[in-house]
Nanobody
Framework: VQLQASGGGLVQAGGSLRLSCAAS????????MGWFRQAPGKEREFVAI????????HVADSVKGRFTIARDNAKRTVYLQMNSLKPEDTAVYYC??????????????????WGQGTQVTVSS
């Protein structure tokens, strides 16, 4: 199982980034996919999840209206479009795969597979 996250970087407040997570080594369409983030000194926190088919998504209140999660099962990739970024969005962003459904799929401990993380830094 491999999850390769990319797309992070340094952006000014109000800017946008699009994260990608490419999956291999497992049947991607059978897994709920999630994005979490972890800031220095803090626990990993839920950002967004998407169901196996992509028909439903759930996002954290802190990013609602700004972040969108999507997936392409043919490309085995999940995306996180981040708009109107704020300095408090600064963190390492991780993608994960789980067979657990909502709402437990918002819990990091439900994920057995994680990508390596990609740094997002938002300057004020």
């Amino acid at each position: 199982v491999q999850l390769q996250a990319s797309g992070g970087g340094l952006v000014q407040a109000g800017g946008s980034l699009r994260l990608s997570c490419a999956a291999s080594g497992f049947t991607f369409r059978n897994y709920v996919m999630g994005w979490f983030r972890q800031a220095p000194g803090k626990e990993r926190e839920f950002v967004a999840i998407i169901t196996r088919s992509g028909s439903a998504t759930h996002v954290a209140d802190s990013v609602k209206g700004r972040f969108t999660i999507a997936r392409d099962n043919a490309k085995r990739t999940v995306y996180l479009q981040m708009n109107s970024l704020k300095p408090e969005d600064t963190a390492v962003y991780y993608c994960g795969a789980t067979t657990t459904i909502y709402p437990r799929s918002t819990q990091a401990e439900q994920y057995g597979h994680w990508g390596q993380g990609t740094q997002v830094t938002v300057s004020s």
